[in-house]
């Protein structure tokens, strides 16, 4: 097997792995919080809001930190960083005693995280160009796959295990996991190369990448993402409530209506990124940005669950093509040497769509409603997709920079 094929077999897994240990939290935080000792609902609800978010509120701040290290001494080496100091944090979870503890590792695990840009910079520079929009939508199916069966795998592990047990399986599987990216994953980097560049702060490669003016649409693109999907993500339950009732398997409902957007993303991303390998991944994304903003106008006209489904399995399909696109052109626009700074940059974003995007959603619903939450985000991907049209159609490729060709 060709070894761009084995790491991205590997690297998948390991994506898989930590989106999983990131997210099989959501079903359980709230009971696992009562059971270290906090009774008042009021106090819970704060504390499980504080926890979930305190990993992406510090992953915002430190993915660049990560990136440009990665540049330095290699992605493969970050990657492990990362990996493994996962397995240990997500261990010692288990063994907290107070919500507290619980909070400070979770922002201590959004300190040392990173797997993912080290993951799609290696993938991006070691595999060969005409692949390198598959091995994205495969790489990016194996963190949406995660996202989508953590919840599921968490919920099941908490009556079958109990809480605790959670945090330990998690953290061992991770380990064995970083083992096998120890030994499977190889990367061609010149160390001695990228150690004989000047050593740039992250302010100064910010600076050097913003100059490539195809990068901000581009960091535009994941942040729009993010916040479209998530703004109206904690309301969702609500709305399903009041299209199907107070009936029976309201949850079931709620949860599907939740998890198909994920599911025909899981699905649509390796296809579309063989599709980009063919056509070109910015026609990919403009067409995604538009159908994914068009997909928003009915979701705020149904009038029963079934519609709501349907229109949310297609916004999946489309939202499937947008982060393979986004990551092919990142690898093709940025300057050589600067890709894990590139893409830390871009997980920053994707961070800050994570947090502003249901914040946002939920200070809005008392003013407009999901209803309105939803055209805010077609409006949102349409004008993106204008952006796009602008800044990226009919371009080819930037040169490297002239700061970057001095240092």
Known sequence: MARWKINLI????????VMSAMTMVMPFLPLYIQELGVTDPHQVALWAGFIFAGNF?????FQPLWGRLSDRYG????LLRSAFGMAVIMTLMGFAQSPLQ???LRILNGVISGFAPAAVALVSTNTPPEKKGFAMGILQSGGIAGSILGPFIGGLMAEWLGFRSI???????LFLASMVALF??????DLAAAKAKTNITIVQGFRVLMKVKELPALYGVTFVMQFSMLAAMPLIPLFVQDLHGKGEMLAFYAGLVGSVTGLSN??????LGRLSDRIGPVRILAVCLIGAGLCYIPQALVTNIWQLLAVRFMLGLFMGGMLPSVQTLISNFTPKGMESRAYGFNSSALSLGNMMGPITGGALS?????RGIFIMSCMMLLANALWVRKTLINKAPSPEPEAERRT
């Open 102 to 104: 619980l909070l400070l």
């Open 167 to 173: 945090f330990y399986v998690t953290g061992t599987l």
């Open 184 to 189: 499977l994953v190889h990367e061609k980097f």
């Open 57 to 61: 509120v510090t992953a915002f701040f």
């Open 366 to 370: 008392g003013v407009i409603g999901i």
């Open 266 to 271: 899981l699905f649509a991303s390796p296809l």
């Open 10 to 17: 590997v690297l998948s897994i390991g994506q898989f792995l």
């Open 75 to 78: 992605r493969k080496v970050m």
